[in-house]
Nanobody
Framework: QVQLVESGGRLVQGGESLRLSCVASGRTFNMYTMGWFRQAPGKEREFVAAISGNGDITYYADSVTGRFTISRDNTKNTMYLQMNSLKPEDTARYYC?????????WGSGTLVTVSS
C-alpha cells in the first residue's frame, strides 16, 4: 500500500527558511514524478512544485520560483521542499502527491504558518 507522510511544517517568521520532507513507502518511487501542493484556508489546493523520477527535471509555480527548491533522494524514498524567503502568503497546508498507474496518492499534509 502506497503511503506518503509529510513533515517539517511549523510556525516561522517572514523571511525565514524551512525544509519539508515527504517519505514514501509501499513501493519503489524512482520511476514516478512527485510533487508538492498547498492549500491555504478558504482557498483551493494549488500546485507548488514537481520533480521527475530521477530528479533531473523540475517544475515550479510562478509564485515560488526562485525561492523554493524541490529535490529527492531515491535511496531514502524521500522528497524535499526547501523554502527560502518565506512570506505570509505561503501559509498553507503542504501536501505531497504522486500518481502511479493513473491513481493519485496524497499525504495528509504538514502545516506551514508564516507570520509577518
Amino acid at each position: 500500500q502506497v503511503q506518503l507522510v509529510e513533515s517539517g511544517g511549523r510556525l516561522v517568521q517572514g523571511g525565514e527558511s524551512l525544509r519539508l520532507s515527504c517519505v514514501a513507502s509501499g513501493r519503489t518511487f524512482n520511476m514516478y514524478t512527485m510533487g508538492w501542493f498547498r492549500q491555504a484556508p478558504g482557498k483551493e489546493r494549488e500546485f507548488v512544485a514537481a520533480i521527475s523520477g530521477n530528479g533531473d527535471i523540475t517544475y515550479y509555480a510562478d509564485s515560488v520560483t526562485g525561492r523554493f527548491t524541490i529535490s529527492r533522494d531515491n535511496t531514502k524514498n524521500t522528497m524535499y521542499l526547501q523554502m527560502n524567503s518565506l512570506k505570509p502568503e505561503d501559509t498553507a497546508r503542504y501536501y505531497c502527491k504522486t500518481v502511479i498507474v493513473n491513481l493519485a496518492y496524497w499525504g495528509s499534509g504538514t502545516l506551514v504558518t508564516v507570520s509577518s
